[in-house]
């Protein structure tokens, strides 16, 4: 398994941008699922976004499309979200995933085995 660490969140205000980064150690990044999923009190964890292990292809949640953007460097073994006309309905922790064996951008979270810490990110209106 790979180790991931993430920064980037913060306050902001509505329809600002923040750029949240997930940067992995260990071997073989570039073999992994990498996704962004979100989670506020009481509620489960949804996916946010995802990309496949090469880079080209991506999955957002209807709620981000358009505002949102996944990506990933695998020479640097990292994983970028850009977030742009935040809402306060975006309000939430941020963690990243990586999954060895996970078979399809739109897998829950229950298919990645690596997990971020998770970074706060908090939207003023």
């Known amino acids: 398994q790979v180790q991931l660490v993430e920064s980037g969140g913060g306050v902001v205000q509505a329809g600002g941008s923040l750029r949240l980064s997930c940067t992995a150690s260990?071997?073989?990044?570039?073999?992994?699922?990498v996704a962004w999923f979100r989670q506020t009190p009481g509620k489960e964890r949804e996916s946010v976004a995802a990309?496949?292990?090469?880079?080209?292809?991506?999955y957002y949640a209807d709620s981000v499309k358009g505002r949102f953007t996944v990506s990933r460097d695998n020479a640097k073994s990292t994983m970028y979200l850009q977030m742009n006309s935040l809402k306060s309905e975006d309000t939430a922790v941020y963690y990243c995933?990586?999954?060895?064996?996970?078979?399809?951008?739109?897998?829950?979270?229950?298919?990645?085995?690596?997990w971020g810490q998770g970074t706060q990110v908090t939207v003023s209106s």
């Open positions: 990309i496949n292990r090469s880079g080209v292809w991506t």
């Open positions: 260990g071997r073989d990044f570039d073999r992994y699922m």
């Open positions: 995933a990586a999954g060895w064996s996970t078979a399809y951008l739109s897998s829950p979270a229950s298919a990645y085995d690596s």
